[in-house]
């Protein structure tokens, strides 16, 4: 006779198979792209039903904007833990620290990285406007934590996110997904050196 | 090449006695301009093969001759646009030759955000609606865009401190740019993408001048 099974919640019995099918999305959009990424294989290889998947998502588009959505947020906790330390005045440290989280999760998940970084802009109206929401994001928040001075370009912000954005796209496209972390001392530099200026224009 | 205004040049009706290559070269270069006209109106979903023959007044069978699909003739779309860009950054740059390296890009810089500003249906097929078209169009954009990172670090010069700047850099110089113009340009702000200029020359300058030589360059010219 065999001992009685724990008794997991439901809520984390649904948490955690969602959780399998927006990872299954995920490896599969970086195995194949996000076109031949198809449900009956996302459903295989996240061990649910059909049914469970379509109690869960809309469809395939609806599973992708979750699983970016999950991607993000989950790339979002790393920074912030990392930034937590750090005295809010102490603008440099705190974009360094957030960018070795942010290099730190693509290295360990580079699906998730993918699917953000490299699907996501050509998975469909959603999912474009979706990155581009995301990437308005960081500009704001760079904008927000940086100094103020005057002189500084307006679009500096915009040029700068869409610069590091275009590097680690780059790293992720290529696979050298483990080489990630090396780039901090040189995007760190990128980023926070045209603060540093004293002049005006 | 063609110029991607909103006029469309056209054979004769009929017979004309022009050689079935010439015709045929014609009819492609027609296509491919009728592409990218028909996507600045109505973006990359409502851009069918339909609109495409009728904008170049070529019959669909005709479109099936040059293209097998949309996408096919979206992608010589996408590369023509490229080479007319290509033609007109490295022609600024020739032209600024015995320049130095910061005259160069500044001359590089002018030339691509005038031509840009010019023909809208360009800008847009290169650097908004044209990504969204899926991930042959999305490839060719990002090599499109690293072709360009040569060109940057041609003579540039070590920053001030020593150590050359990394190659990364002149890529994130020029992603970011290529970004900062996509935003405007999907904004519908094309027309005023000159006006940008003073700050994409600066940012491109900074990584080897430093900012403040960098603004030094800028102000002056």
């Not at chain 1, 500084?152 to 990630?180: C, N, S, Y």
């Not at chain 2, 290169?126 to 990172?149: P, Q």
Request: net charge neutral.
């Amino acid at each position: 006779m065999s001992a009685a099974r724990p008794q997991l919640s439901q809520d984390f019995v649904a948490a955690h198979k969602r959780r399998r099918m927006i990872d299954a999305m995920s490896e599969l959009c970086a195995e194949r792209g996000y076109e031949a990424a198809k449900i009956a294989d996302v459903v295989r290889h996240a061990h649910v039903a059909r049914k469970t998947l379509y109690d869960n998502f809309t469809g395939k588009e609806d599973l992708f904007l979750a699983a970016f959505d999950t991607a993000l947020a989950d790339a979002e906790v790393e920074i912030a833990a990392a930034c937590a330390g750090l005295p809010p005045t102490a603008w440099e440290a705190r974009t360094e620290a957030a960018l070795r989280a942010l290099l730190g999760f693509i290295a360990a998940h580079p699906a998730a990285a993918r699917l953000a970084l490299v699907e996501a802009p050509t998975a469909g109206p959603a999912a474009a406007a979706r990155y581009d929401a995301a990437i308005d994001g960081f500009i704001a928040r760079l904008r927000d934590a940086a100094p103020t001075a005057p002189g500084r370009p307006t679009t500096l912000e915009e040029a700068l996110v869409g610069g590091t954005v275009w590097i680690m796209h780059r790293q992720v496209r290529r696979g050298d997904i483990a080489k990630a972390p090396a780039l901090l001392p040189e995007l760190t530099e990128f980023i926070v050196s045209p603060y540093r200026s004293v002049g005006k224009r | 090449m063609p110029q991607f205004d909103a006029e469309m040049d056209r054979l004769p009706r009929g017979r004309h006695g022009l050689s079935p290559e010439f015709v045929a070269r014609n009819q492609r270069e027609r296509l491919i301009t009728a592409l990218i006209l028909t996507l600045d109106e109505v973006g990359y979903q409502k851009t069918t093969v339909s609109l495409i023959g009728a904008r170049a007044a070529v019959s669909k069978s005709d479109f099936y001759k040059h293209f097998r699909s949309k996408d096919e003739c979206f992608l010589a779309a996408y590369e023509a646009a490229v080479e007319r860009v290509r033609a007109v950054v490295l022609e600024a740059c020739a032209g600024a030759g015995s320049v130095d390296w910061p005259g160069r890009v500044r001359a590089a810089i002018v030339a691509l955000l005038e031509l840009l500003a010019a023909e809208p249906p360009l800008a847009g097929i290169l650097l908004a609606e044209g990504l969204r078209a899926g991930r042959d169009i999305h490839e060719r954009y990002r090599s499109a865009i690293e072709s360009f990172v040569p060109l940057l670090r041609e003579g540039a010069p070590d920053p001030p401190g020593g150590e050359p700047a990394p190659p990364a850099i002149d890529e994130a110089v020029v992603g970011g740019i290529a970004s900062l113009l996509g935003r405007r340009v999907a904004a519908g702000e094309t027309a005023s993408l000159t006006a940008l200029a003073p700050d994409v020359l600066e940012f491109a300058l900074a990584p080897h001048l430093g900012t403040e030589g960098a603004r030094r360059i800028v102000s002056a010219g």
